[in-house]
């Protein structure tokens, strides 16, 4: 493990130390434009791949430190289209949250539970990574669930798309614990407020 990694310190990923054994971590990990969008208004990402400085960000040190994905259908739909022969998260166990039936790879499990109670199930020692937004983030959040954040920000305005964040009941203050550049994406590593 790199020392990155090892350290809390430092703001790295990998933070199970003094985890609560009642309830799983619950990490948040994505980039999204200026204007608070995870995607186009068609559901693409384009403008996202082309951004220089991509290859910089540490996604591989992140994605090591996590056990279990959860993702909406339209988050797992989006990533399927746009790479259909790829296997998604094999050495993770991975959750896809639907309403309706939906055919997933067989390292997917489909789940039809409400995401707060499913999280709520998981070991104290376990770190779940909500991929995407919206309709599966947003009760999440309610919740006050999510225990850290790595945003990336992109210097663009997309004008309309798929936001990262629904309209929410609460207010929540966060903790800035790191910010970092990679060429034109401004990572923003925060965590919930403990007191």
């Not at 430092?10 to 971590?25: C, F, H, I």
């Not at 959750?95 to 039936?101: A, E, L, Q, R």
Request: charged share 20%; no cysteine.
């Amino acid at each position: 493990m790199s020392n990155y990694l090892a350290s809390n310190k430092q703001g790295g990923y990998n933070q199970k130390e003094g985890v609560s054994e009642m309830t799983a971590r619950v990490v948040f990990y994505g980039a999204i434009s200026l204007d608070g969008y995870l995607a186009d208004k068609a559901d693409h990402l384009e403008w996202l791949y082309h951004q220089p400085g991509g290859e910089l960000v540490p996604y591989e040190e992140f994605y090591q430190a996590i056990d279990l994905t959860m993702m909406g259908r339209r988050t797992y739909e989006v990533v399927k289209r746009d790479a259909p022969q790829e296997k998604l998260y094999p050495e993770k166990e991975n959750y896809v949250f639907s309403h309706s039936t939906v055919l997933v790879d067989d390292n997917i499990q489909l789940i039809h539970q409400d995401p707060i109670e499913f999280i709520q199930g998981l070991p104290g020692n376990k770190t779940i990574w909500v991929v995407g937004g919206g309709t599966l983030l947003q009760p999440i959040i309610e919740a006050e669930m999510i225990d850290e954040w790595w945003v990336q920000i992109v210097p663009i305005l997309l004008g309309e798309g798929i936001p990262l964040f629904l309209p929410q009941q609460t207010q929540q203050t966060l903790q800035l614990i790191d910010t970092k550049q990679y060429g034109q994406f401004a990572q923003l590593h925060l965590k919930k407020q403990t007191s």
